[in-house]
């Protein structure tokens, strides 16, 4: 069996704690590593500390070099790692493939973001006091950065802690999700045989005790979380002095205006609805159709939906499979069923077989559901009429969560009125919530999370702006 | 009769050439002024070339300074201003007073811009010869300029050469048009009671002769020239190796899509077809209606244009008055009858009484005709039916000319192809190619100009970037 | 005595909690005012939320008109509002009318900005996957804000907290220092003249109840809090959800290089050290000063912290008054005493009369004692030489604080090394950390604050940034 | 005999007029190739034309693509193209190797602007008339553009033209010197193995007839010219409506304060005045230095420049070889004699051997002496005293050229005052004029050019921004 040493402080050791990871299709362990304890956080923490002056000295063709080296090295193993992602993640392969092309991209955008920082060169002159000065303001490195990223992504949540990182000069201590935490120890690997300074980066799949450790630690200058609401919120609270940044869960909503292309609508709420069997913060779970195209759209999102090819992750052509463990695939069923003794009706799905959950399409919900009011993290729909527009983005905005919305209209006035009102982080026109390119801003409003990422917006966070102000005459 | 004495130097001087500013609507004469030769012109020039240094040193807080209160200056004597200005152009009072609002507006821009000049600060290190170096770029005023503005906006095109010119600490020649040159000349007055250094302005009505070698002078940094496209682009060959900005004419198109607000789109058409008679740049002159509701624009349209109350221009409820003059009476209805023997249609108008041309309504035109084709610059409005939008958008290109063009849709569809595809420096949506606000960047393409204006972006071609490379670390 | 009523949702209103206003300089009650209780903060935060849609809504141009009607209102009254600032305050006259003259200004900016709000238009096409779609990013007002402005400068660090609210939308809650509410008052009824929405801001003195209330309340989405590290930090950790604006202390360095102008260093630190009687987040509070003119610098510096004249703040000539009250005075004495037994020399100063502290010279102090350690908040300076530069960058450093420093040289290498290693938000070559504009990025690193201040640093802290993505072509 | 097909609309092909290509330092025939005639413009103009649509229609992730590819297509094959490139233009291989780099990195930076085109997303509501409106402004291409590239960098300089254009989404027609037009038709090679759309580019060496032609018509629509001044200034005149941007030469000055590290800038100076014997535009041709320490750097400068290694430009280890040919070696000769015979002494060098000129220092020149006034353009450099910097300043600017300047100091004084006063496109601190990186703004002021090049820049120059405003609500 193949085991895989986890990356401390710049080597790759064992610890005292063996740990399985496990194929939840064929539910075997198929590899074993180790989780960090406290004391290899503390040799994470310490090599990164040192190593924060020389990743701040790092010239940025520097920098460019480095993340080009890992964004090729990526490509490189592109279906390698693809393959070990399935594997883990129970996502399947054709999924897997896009996310590594995406971690492609991810770091060939911080290649290109670390030679464009934010700077800024001022006028302090507004007022007599200011005359003959001029300011220069430049993003220094914040320090070293922790980074918590879930089982959903293996590899591109936690790329969207590292990249910006590197880019931005920090040193990272990136803690991957206990059930898929072999993608980041893959990118390890190969991080590990660039220039990068000895020590910046340190992969630790944790205990709890050092989980909880990495939070309140004052010597770590960030926290990027990537996880449930629950955990961000406290954590964010026990970060003490430390820069936060949360990107959570939702219940993404989408409308479809009967002015919209009905089939394009239908083809991407089906990705969006089902795709990893929605296991994915921007899961379109809520979709709401205008009366006049409800039926049209009903119809044709059962049939595609009842098309979607169930089975092994590593088949080329499945289209959904198990979820991440038996445990979510009982508590989506109850979900669900909950839905239907109060009144909900199932219009395709609801079987579940082990770790399986059909596609489900649900009507009839009601709002304070927990299919409609939680984030479902399965392959679960539910599909409601409307009216008007403007009842449709109350109906998405009935939520404590505000991530992404979608909207499929082809008029100018409900595209204005989806980007005044909808509140959320964003709102994508004719397109699903779940669409997302990882250079453009992301994250949630209200329970949904707390700062922006996206390479460039990420790389902003992790750096401490200085003000340089001096007399330009004499 | 008042006298207007020109502004050169920073005096208020006569010269031996006398000249009268004649009322368009009276036809008399109500005020004098006099020409500048190439003699004052020297001496503008070489007070100018002088000023450039005082007007380089000046901190941004004095720059603003200086430009607010022209601003308060002229929202103080507003309705004056306004007055003379209907006078000497036969502008009907209620634009007249828009006018002086937006020259109001122009100078409050240009003190807000003067503390925002475009600066950068960039990384050097992107190779490893740029290593431990850094960058900085700093507009420094280009040097004198030459302003040259038309007849039918007195003061507000006078206004987006001097307000951008002083913004960006550069001194200036304005020469206004012979017909209206006074306006210019009572801005000089409340200019004068500022801080401006010695010398940095003057307001020159010249003869042919030094109008010309204004053109040419080598010493002038650069020439900024509102008016025809014959005279601009012979202009830009002239003047060797100084900068060029040329604000020219066109045959602005205007789409109604069916899907649009009819009677939003009518009511924007009456203004932007017949204010000022036509006498604007960017006039409405084209219009195209999609079939399924060409007879009901037409109609509207028709019973509007008809409403419009003629008089004099001093009135406060004047809609139109004469045109600038006999000559351009004469021209515009020699056009519209020129069509009508090619086989165009009156749907309203077509007579001229005196200097004045009633608002008119053609159809059946054909491209090539004078009234399509060229720039009618006269209260005439060609209608003509399309069927889609594509099609609309090639006649609208149909032109020689490419200034704006407006679109009355609500379709998403066709915002992106009209935003895509039309040949213009500006697309309105919803509103008519005659939209201007003084801060939105304006200007043509084809041969309706060269560059752009709109304060902030005359103050970014007014400078010259010099950049500072140095090293960072030791 | 006058009375001031507190401002909650938009009126003017007494409480069951009279609270006297006190002159430090005489020690008389001269003022009565009320405190607000739990009962008018909820008032306050219900008519703030109510507020939140139509500050949303105001157009920019309203935005502009209402903050420079408050800017023109503040010059307006400068007189009358920098007196009672002195009177609260104890604050020298001189000092309050510079005061007062900033707040202006600050409400300029505010203006100038809230049309200038941080826009981004986005290609989404760098992947296969946006081919033909494109993004836009406007900033939202975050919502209801609570603002906590500290005694040392009534008025304007509340400005800093108000007019960046205002200019992005968002209704605002201040709450005053209680020794020095009654400025902000004033400031209430410049605005309440203006348009701004009913109930969009309070100014509510509190009781402590109501401050802690301010701070867990969860429809609050920002707190703003300039003030004690302790307080500060602590709130971060009980804001739960909201944002968080930390503007805290310090005990700035100033390296005076032998390059230096001696004569212009010294004048500078004057002010830096003794104005306000150092009580001033940026205080130039450490100054280093190389060995070969450490005997000069030394001997001038004296001479003219001697000739301070001590008098009435409400004397125009007066440039040092009493502290803000009398156990500040005993601390800031109790502090001195303390180093001197410890082994630190008085080279002037050091005599405490009343509420007066003379302006204090200390050397030969210990980087551990509290002189050097902590925030002084008093006229007392550490005058240190050191030996070469990079020394002195170390002593600077050799601080928990990092917010401004200030460094007198006439050499590049020594820029460039201040600036590359100072740990601080912000470093003023040949001034003062006193140095400050209201427009300039302001706030500190290590345990002197969280995040960035300065109008429009501060308006992009206060607005959340919302995705559009569409697409752009069929 | 080695023969280079020319590259005319997407093929390449011979023509009726072949071309022979000299060695300049073996003086032999070593490679054929074909000159355009007015039928080969027409055939490439045609083309571009067509293929407008195509390119403004690549996504940005193509253009990137395309780009990376040209980029590392050249990095692929670097010796080669070095050593093609020194064959034909006499540069030492080290220099050709350097140029190739740049090359690569041109391409490099261009595929990363491609994505990041200027975009703006404006606020239209600063006044009632713009409420509810909001603005976009995004670059679209300029059209097809003419680039004329020089001998001195047979492949960086035409980089400079083809990178940017491609970038921006226009065709481009390219025509090299006559006598070095290998390198680009080389690159030429390498770009059609790419997606570029056909016909996109066009490398055509022209007769004269061709050359003045592409110059004036007007299907082109911008011309982007690196040459000498008075061919240059001509073609701005002749240009017609198109756009122009020149790169053309200088007499580019030097300063060297007493504060400076002297080694460091004789190093630089070695090179800036020697490298590629001074063909260079930026050559480093008039140093002045600081009494103080005239005699040290003029002793070590002459030392140094005596040790440059002549030879052949194919030998790893030349430092100065042969002129590109003998008429100017026989004009450099002369000026240098002309300057003697007017009372300027040679500190080193002075003889003509072939076509190599010697590196040759030359003191008591006077400004009016050709080796003062014009550009040399050779291996020749006037070394000179000043008092003080400001006079040094006046020295530099004392000449019709403004390109860039060099500026040794560790004073911040005069740091400020170079940056403020010296009449450049660049200044350089403690580096040479001659410092170029291929992504900084780069052109001349005065006689030296008309607007600025950098990739970044180029691209802004051959865009033209469109204006699209929407109304936001309804």
Known sequence: MKTYKIYCAGSFIE?????????????????????AGPEELEQAIT??????????????????????????????????????????????????????????QGFLIAAEESKRLPREYLSIDWTPKGEDMEGLVRPFPVGLIAGISPFNFPMNLAVHKIAPALASGNPIILKPARSTPLSVLELAEIIDQTDLP?????????????????VTDQRIRMLSF??????????????????????????????????????????????????????????AQRIYVQEEVFEEFTNRFIEKAKKLRKGDPLNDDTDISVLIDQHEANRVEQWVNEAVEQGARILTGGQKTGGYYEPT?????????????????????????????????????????????GVFTNNLQEVNMAYEELEVG???????????????????????????????????????????????DF
């Open 15 to 35: 610890t005292d704690t063996p740990h399985q990871v496990i194929n939840p299709y064929t539910r075997e362990v198929f590899a074993r590593t180790w989780l």
């Open 47 to 104: 090599s990164g500390k040192q190593a924060e002056k020389a990743m701040k000295a790092l010239p940025s063709h520097k920098r460019h070099q480095i993340l080009m080296e890992i964004s090729e090295g990526i490509r490189y193993r592109r279906r390698d790692l693809a393959i070990s992602l399935a594997r883990q993640s129970g996502k399947p392969l054709k999924f897997a493939l896009g996310e590594i092309d995406r971690a492609v």
């Open 198 to 214: 000895a020590g910046a980066l340190s992969v630790l799949p944790m205990d709890r005790e050092a989980g909880n450790q990495m």
């Open 226 to 283: 990537t996880g449930s609401p629950s955990v961000g919120w406290k954590m964010k609270q026990q970060a003490g002095k430390k820069k936060v940044a949360l990107e959570l869960g939702g219940n993404a909503g989408v409308v479809v205006s009967s002015s919209a292309d009905i089939e394009d609508a239908v083809n991407k709420c089906i990705v969006g609805g089902f795709a990893y069997s929605g296991q994915v913060c921007i899961h």
């Open 361 to 405: 399409v649900l009507t009839g919900t009601k709002p304070e559901m927990k299919v409609c009011s939680l984030e479902i993290f399965g392959p679960v729909v539910t599909l409601e009429p409307f009216g008007n527009f403007s009842q449709a983005v109350d109906k998405v905005n009935n939520s404590n969560y505000g991530l992404q919305a």
């Open 426 to 472: 964003g709102v994508m026109i004719n397109h699903v919530p779940t669409f997302r390119v990882d250079h453009m801003p992301y994250g949630g409003v209200k329970d949904s999370g707390f700062g922006r990422e996206g390479i460039k917006y990420s790389i902003r966070e992790m750096m401490e702006p200085k003000l340089l102000i001096k007399n330009k």
